[in-house]
């Protein structure tokens, strides 16, 4: 359906690829050639993320307007939990397209969905938790009451969850295993490149304030730039820590390697792929 309205973008279509031989560009210039070779996989995923938060930003509202503690809790975990799979299935886009991996829409993202989807209820509900109560709290601040110590602490609490909830959302297409290893890696990856981690983070909160401050005109914007474009350049800022902590391209690499010799030979395995 999705190619019939947007022919154009051919979905279906495998990437061109990247000679391997070919040293990658660095910085912008990288952003800008992965975003340009894989932009329709990057919108159409951006684009259904950001519709499957709609219910989450519309029980924040309602928590917010009415002040109520059980509403906020209750919209942020069951908002978190449908909005989840889908930001899994956006980040695995992402990776694949640093990695060079042709894209191929209409499968991947739905291969993503179905391995990824259980796994990201948790970090779904959690992260949409955290950033639920600290704009709760921003709400219902006095205005010209609120001490400029505890406006930076929140702040500040906004920066280092945005960067530890990058390192998590990144793993997840990634790696099966549990929440809490998950959340460890993360813990560790964040304090192990504060520098990467903050980048990132400020480079998702500046976009989140651009679009708030010219709102409703930056929607316009954001039918096009929707939630690809920040997690593209956060993710470009933490790719090559994440992929040489966890030595990830040649195990992804060895881990297709295997299975094509195990489709030539008995058949298809099962197994984890970013």
């Known amino acids: 359906m999705t190619a019939a309205l947007f022919p154009f973008m051919r979905f279906d279509r495998p990437g061109p690829g990247v000679d391997p031989n070919e040293p990658r560009k660095q910085g912008f210039a990288r952003w800008a050639e992965v975003s340009g070779r894989d932009f329709g996989a990057f919108w159409i995923s951006g684009l259904i993320a950001l519709l499957a938060m709609v ?5 924040l509202y309602f928590a917010i307007s009415s002040h109520l503690l059980l509403a906020l809790a209750a919209a942020c975990v069951l908002g978190g939990m449908l909005a989840g799979p889908f930001w899994s299935a956006l980040m695995d886009m992402l990776l694949r397209s640093l990695r060079d991996e042709p894209l191929m829409w209409s499968y991947n993202w739905r291969d993503a969905l179905r391995k990824n989807g ?12 955290v950033y639920g109560a600290q704009f709760f709290i921003l709400r219902h601040l006095a205005p010209g009451k609120t001490g400029v110590p505890l406006l930076v602490l929140l702040l500040a609490g906004m920066v280092l969850s945005t960067g530890f909830f990058l390192w998590v959302w990144a793993q997840i297409p990634l790696f099966g295993q549990p929440f809490r290893q998950t959340a460890k890696n ?5 304090l192990s490149h504060p520098l990467h981690t903050l980048g990132a983070a400020l480079i998702c909160l500046a976009y989140l304030g ?5 709102s409703p005109v930056s929607m316009l914007v954001v039918f096009v730039t929707n939630l690809w474009l ?7 800022t933490i790719y090559t820590r994440l992929d040489k902590a966890f030595d990830l391209e040649n195990a992804i ?7 094509a010799a195990e489709w030539s030979g008995d058949g298809p395995s099962d197994g984890q792929d970013g």
Do not use: K, N
């Not at 219910?55 to 029980?59: N, Q």
């Not at 259980?118 to 992260?127: E, I, K, N, T, V």
């Not at 651009?210 to 010219?214: E, P, Y």
């Not at 920040?230 to 470009?236: E, K, T």
């Open 230 to 236: 920040p997690l593209s350049g956060a993710l470009m």
């Open 210 to 214: 651009l679009v708030l401050a010219f």
């Open 55 to 59: 219910p989450y930003f519309l029980g």
């Open 118 to 129: 259980r796994q990201s209820l948790l970090p779904g509900a959690l992260c949409a938790l």
């Open 186 to 190: 993360a813990l560790l990856l964040t």
């Open 253 to 259: 690499r060895a881990l297709h390697e295997r299975q």
